[in-house]
T-cell receptor
Framework: KAGVTQTPRYLIKTRGQQVTLSCSPI?????VSWYQQTPGQGLQFLFE???????NKGNFPGRFSGRQFSNSRSEMNVSTLELGDSALYLC???????????FGDGTRLSIL | GENVEQHPSTLSVQEGDSAVIKCTYS??????FPWYKQELGKRPQLIID?????GEKKDQRIAVTLNKTAKHFSLHITETQPEDSAVYFC?????????????FGKGTMLLVSP
């Protein structure tokens, strides 16, 4: 099976812009979670989707949003970008919520 | 919410030595504890996990132990090799009502010298 695929791998944006990141889960996996990884804060949970429904959300501002499509692919959107949003954004998928999560390579977002 | 503390932040060992990384969690309802290895510039990879109904689990040179009473769990790597050098993350999760959220520790950078 192909692993979790995230696109794009790298993005450079400026403050105030918005960005959309994409995640294709492992075939058959219905749960998709998003995490932000920074050197200072480590890995922090953003949100989790299952069958097109957001089931849980981390402690991030409303500028961070996401959605999941009927084929389980997921997107996350960050609006009004700030310098502090520079991070590696990781997507992880699992068959069900109580099954191990497998990560993609991430999208490295740099804000200038 | 859940809080996971991980120690040490860096660990240097000689090839062939054992390495132990420890994590504590705050929410007694957590019942799933995975460990991930992340090499520089690569994705976190699941290396072993344990559920709360088990006290210990082994996979070749890697083992994880769980003490539910004390709310801590540990990763043990025996006969370390240079390719074990990476950042290791512990995490805790509570599967409740059909969803789970991983709360991660801050990571341990393991350096194995030849």
């Amino acid at each position: 099976k192909a692993g979790v695929t995230q696109t794009p791998r790298y993005l450079i944006k400026t403050r105030g812009q918005q960005v959309t990141l994409s995640c294709s889960p492992i075939s058959g996996h219905r749960s998709v979670s998003w995490y932000q990884q920074t050197p200072g804060q480590g890995l922090q949970f953003l949100f989790e989707y299952f069958s097109e429904t957001q089931r849980n959300k981390g402690n991030f501002p409303g500028r961070f949003s996401g959605r999941q499509f009927s084929n389980s692919r997921s997107e996350m959107n960050v609006s009004t970008l700030e310098l502090g949003d520079s991070a590696l954004y990781l997507c992880a998928s699992s068959e069900e919520a109580d099954q191990p999560q497998h990560f993609g390579d991430g999208t490295r977002l740099s804000i200038l | 919410g859940e809080n996971v503390e991980q120690h040490p932040s860096t660990l240097s060992v000689q090839e062939g030595d054992s390495a132990v990384i420890k994590c504590t969690y705050s929410d007694s309802a957590s019942n799933y504890f995975p460990w991930y290895k992340q090499e520089l510039g690569k994705r976190p990879q699941l290396i072993i996990d344990i559920r709360s109904n088990v006290g210990e689990k082994k996979d070749q040179r890697i083992a994880v132990t769980l003490n539910k009473t004390a709310k801590h769990f540990s990763l043990h790597i025996t006969e370390t090799q240079p390719e074990d050098s990476a950042v290791y993350f512990c995490a805790a999760s509570m599967v409740n009502s059909g969803y789970s959220t991983l709360t991660f520790g801050k990571g341990t950078m393991l350096l194995v010298s030849p």
